[in-house]
T-cell receptor
Framework: EPEVTQTPSHQVTQMGQEVILRCVPI?????FYWYRQILGQKVEFLVS????????KSEIFDDQFSVERPDGSNFTLKIRSTKLEDSAMYFC?????????FGPGTRLTVT | KQEVTQIPAALSVPEGENLVLNCSFT??????LQWFRQDPGKGLTSLLL?????REQTSGRLNASLDKSSGRSTLYIAASQPGDSATYLC???????????FGDGTTLTVKP
């Protein structure tokens, strides 16, 4: 069964550095999402993406964040200058119709 | 602003019991509602999705209901098993292509 994949599984970076988190959505899916989950907290919506543009973004998704679908298969989340508070699990999700399918997540640790 | 609340926060039951998890939301203008399971340190596994026009969905031992007017959904698990132990999350999708709002989850422990 097709799955959403994410790389890397764990990323450690220093404060101020740029990171790119990568996702490969399921191939025939049209809608793409990024969420984050700070340890012990709720899953939080960051951004949704459809037809090669952002559909909606949350207050968290400020100018430090950007998303891209550089080719037909990858979907990336870039954080330009990481802060300590960006440490979290980042989940990518995609869907064909209504149901969202999540990837296993990338744990980002900012030191 | 949509807010999603799940009760109880934690639940411990003996194997074989039937149980109900609750989810409430403040804005009834939802697109659909989805129940997920999350194992420790893992991603989210979709369990059931209910469209805003539907009242319930069933999959195996799971049954989810939706009452949009009262802002409530329930997840019923029949004949619980130790393998059901996980955190169950309720997510409200507010629009077709946009924001989803998650609850805090209910952590279920099923004891053998």
């Amino acid at each position: 069964e097709p799955e959403v994949t994410q790389t890397p599984s764990h990323q450690v970076t220093q404060m101020g550095q740029e990171v790119i988190l990568r996702c490969v959505p399921i191939s025939n899916h049209l809608y793409f999402y990024w969420y984050r989950q700070i340890l012990g907290q709720k899953v939080e919506f960051l951004v949704s993406f459809y037809n090669n543009e952002i559909s909606e973004k949350s207050e968290i998704f400020d100018d430090q964040f950007s998303v891209e679908r550089p080719d037909g298969s990858n979907f990336t989340l870039k954080i330009r200058s990481t802060k300590l508070e960006d440490s979290a699990m980042y989940f990518c999700a995609s869907r064909p119709g209504y149901e969202q399918y999540f990837g296993p997540g990338t744990r980002l640790t900012v030191t | 602003k949509q807010e999603v609340t799940q009760i109880p926060a934690a639940l411990s039951v003996p194997e074989g019991e039937n149980l109900v998890l609750n989810c409430s939301f403040t804005d009834s203008a939802i697109y659909n509602l989805q129940w997920f399971r999350q194992d420790p340190g893992k991603g989210l596994t979709s369990l059931l999705l209910i469209q805003s026009s539907q009242r319930e969905q069933t999959s195996g031992r799971l049954n989810a209901s939706l009452d949009k007017s009262s802002g409530r959904s329930t997840l019923y698990i029949a004949a619980s098993q130790p393998g059901d132990s996980a955190t169950y999350l309720c997510a409200v999708h507010n629009t077709n292509a946009g924001k989803s709002t998650f609850g805090d989850g209910t952590t279920l422990t099923v004891k053998p």
